[in-house]
């Protein structure tokens, strides 16, 4: 049962942390951030928090915005959850996106190349 809490606390977290992000900071270092995912501890105190961004090259603007705003985030995912422990935030930048996009354009790359009457 203890995966299924963790599971839904992290989900929790996640949309919570997006709409937080999206309507309350003003920040503009973390204007175009979206949260990918939440992995949480085994005992619900921390939490690491996944985020993506547009392909504009400012990751480490956008991890120091995050940062900076950890605490704010935290303030307000206490008044908005009814939770024991309201985790510590660490953010991360998930890749994954990018990663895809790399393979996608290899594969665009690869069909469109012109195939030679020797192979």
Do not use: W
Request: charge should be neutral; charged fraction near 30%; avoid cysteine.
């Amino acid at each position: 049962m203890p995966h299924f809490r963790k599971q839904r606390v992290s989900e929790l977290l996640k949309q919570t942390i997006s709409d937080i992000i999206n309507q309350d900071i003003k920040d503009p270092r973390v204007q175009g951030v979206t949260i990918t995912d939440v992995l949480m501890s085994p005992d619900l105190k921390s939490a690491k928090v996944f985020f993506s961004s547009l392909n504009d090259g400012k990751v480490d603007l956008h991890t120091k915005g995050l940062a900076k705003a950890e605490g704010f985030i935290r303030r307000r995912l206490k008044d908005e959850l009814d939770l024991k422990y309201i985790p510590l935030l660490t953010f991360y930048y998930d890749s994954s996106f990018d990663y895809s996009d790399k393979i996608s354009k290899l594969l665009k790359d690869i069909e469109s190349a012109p195939v030679s009457e020797n192979d």
